[in-house]
RNA sequence: GGCGGCAUAGCCAAGUGGCCUAAGGCGACUGAUUGCAAAUCAGUUAUUCCUCGGUUCAAAUCCGAGUGCCGCCUCCA
């Protein structure tokens, strides 16, 4: 089966051909640096590191590019209640926003890190590129498709009815958004739907000077635009965001760099569904907005909440709960189980078991489903199947060669190199060491058969969320 | 008001006309194993896919109505 992928733009499932054969450029849309992201923000972050990987599997070399948007942005244009989310942060705690957006990168790219996303080719900074952006206002000026206006014409609107095919990718009709009435009207536009490409405010804390004014900052959309032709070109393969950026982000971001390239802007759209928790939307009054310190609290390491985000499939909404947190984990665990037996394993001398069917029906599956649209939750079924076929074939015990032993590590060193979560997390030496003392001690007790003591040293050991493991081949232990 | 998505076991979640008397995971229960556990193994855990009506030889899958949840139309992944 070919790679095949959804996308928003068609609405149809569409076999992927990148433009330059062997080669991906795709875009994702990043965090506005304001606060800190949290498991729904991840959930789209850790799509685009899934597809990226799926990518590169296929052979392809990718580059992608995941900006960081760090100034501030309001749409609203009454300036009484619009105000900047980044300036309105850092003036609630009394930092500049320059800080805050320094703050929550930081924090940002911890997380990224911890829950094992391959860092992009390019993190670019919206802040970095405002010469890329006016460059792209020049043209949209110099092209008609954009026009100046307010007190010394110095904001500057995208005029939408100039580009026939806005409301392609959301199927939004701009007569439509009218009706709605939501659109505050703003005399200096043409057009309610018009939006903002720059605009001028002396009370702005992060503005820039450019030929049309002293106090200017970019429109919301524009960075996107700027920053994605500056790293991958006019056309990109793929461009990737949340649900809610279709519209109007992405469709603003369509019409203005197809205005000002003249070529098209994105072959493949794909969007992620909003993580849900408990059922619902996540909202700060319910206090269900979860940062992965949140779930590292609860005693989960990043890993398991990357699992958990990754093997739903990404265009179904995923329930988020405490409940969902532990089967991952408990999922996790099993294949760890696997993994050690696999590596500790005394071998057989004979085959007993085929394991080379096994292997070759169950990669079959694997890609099939990660073809498939990136069927996630099919791919990891596929690798839980092999893990149940080879345990019960061989009866109470595992019974395989060196060579099967090896095969099949390395099956699951493929599923990893897409999932990455079979690497538990390391532990501090000191503590590495404090631990493999109380199962030293508790191993000399069970000797003396004094099961007191090995009980008790044994309950020591799970406040401390390590759980010990009397087998055949000695005493192991693991954290959970 | 306009546009779009989803609804499958206690929980999470695939499947979107016949191979479904519905994957996979977690959890629970019974047994084997164990000093007791853990892990592992054996077995049990949806005659049914939100509700009602329809199309079809055949529907979880298609159509219609309803209910619930989610997203966009304003910043949001």
């Known amino acids: 089966m070919p790679l095949q992928f959804y996308n928003t733009a068609t609405r149809k499932i569409e076999v992927f051909k990148p433009a330059e054969s062997g080669r991906v450029k795709m875009y994702h849309c990043g965090p506005t640096v304001y606060r800190r992201p949290h498991v729904g923000n991840y959930r789209a972050f850790l799509f685009a590191d899934l597809l990226r990987r799926v990518l590169e599997r296929r052979g392809l070399r990718v580059t992608q590019v995941m900006n960081l948007t760090d100034v501030g942005h309001f749409t609203q244009e009454d300036e009484d209640h619009g105000e900047d989310r980044m300036e309105m942060e850092a003036r609630n705690r009394g930092l500049d926003p320059w800080q805050v957006a320094r703050e929550i990168t930081n924090m940002f ?12 080719e390019h ?51 701009v007569d439509a958004l009218e009706a709605g009435a939501r659109i505050d009207i703003n005399p200096e536009k043409k057009h309610p739907a018009d939006f903002a490409l720059w605009k001028s405010d002396s009370k702005h804390i992060m503005k820039w000077k450019s030929r049309f004014g002293e106090h200017g900052f970019p429109g919301w959309h524009i960075e996107c635009s700027a920053m994605a032709r500056k790293y991958l070109g ?7 965001g949340g649900e809610d950026l279709i519209f109007p982000h992405h469709e603003c971001e369509i019409a203005q760099s197809e205005a000002a390239t003249g070529k098209p802007f994105v072959n493949y759209w794909m969007h992620v569904k909003f993580l849900q928790v408990d059922g619902g939307k996540m909202s ?22 990357r699992f958990l985000l990754q093997r739903a499939h990404y265009r179904t909404p995923l329930n988020f709960t405490w409940d969902s947190m532990r089967d991952a984990k408990g999922a996790i665990e099993r294949l760890d189980a696997f993994v ?28 099939a489903a990660l073809d498939d649209d990136m069927n996630a939750a099919e791919a990891t079924a596929a690798v839980f199947g092999l893990l149940n076929n080879v345990r019960t074939a061989g009866g109470a015990s595992l019974k395989l060669t060196k060579e099967q032993i090896e095969l099949i590590l390395a099956f699951l060193g493929e599923f990893d190199a897409i999932f990455d979560v079979l690497t538990p997390e390391e532990l501090a030496p000191e503590e590495r060491a404090e631990i493999d003392r109380l199962v030293a001690e508790r191993q000399t007790a069970r000797q003396n058969r004094d099961f007191a003591r090995s009980d008790e040293i044994r309950t020591k050991l799970a406040a401390r969320r390590v759980v010990v493991e009397d087998t055949k081949e000695g005493v192991r232990w693991r954290r959970v």
């Open 109 to 120: 790219e911890g997380d990224m890190k911890r829950l094992r996303a391959k860092p992009p």
């Open 123 to 173: 993190r670019p900074r919206a802040s970095d590129h405002i010469a890329e952006m006016l460059e792209i206002i020049e043209l949209l000026l110099k092209r008609g498709a954009a026009y100046r206006s307010g007190p010394e014409n110095a904001n500057i609107y995208y005029e939408v009815s100039r580009f026939e095919n806005y409301g392609g990718l959301s199927g939004n009709r």
């Open 234 to 240: 006019d056309t990109l393969d793929i461009h990737t």
């Open 284 to 305: 700060k009054s319910l206090g269900n907005v979860y940062s992965v310190d949140d779930v590292v609290a609860r005693g989960f390491e990043p890993r398991h909440l």
């Open 340 to 367: 050690v037996d696999l590596k500790t394993l005394r071998p057989a001398a004979a085959a007993a078991v085929a394991v080379d069917e096994m292997l070759q029906k169950t990669r079959a599956a694997f890609d």
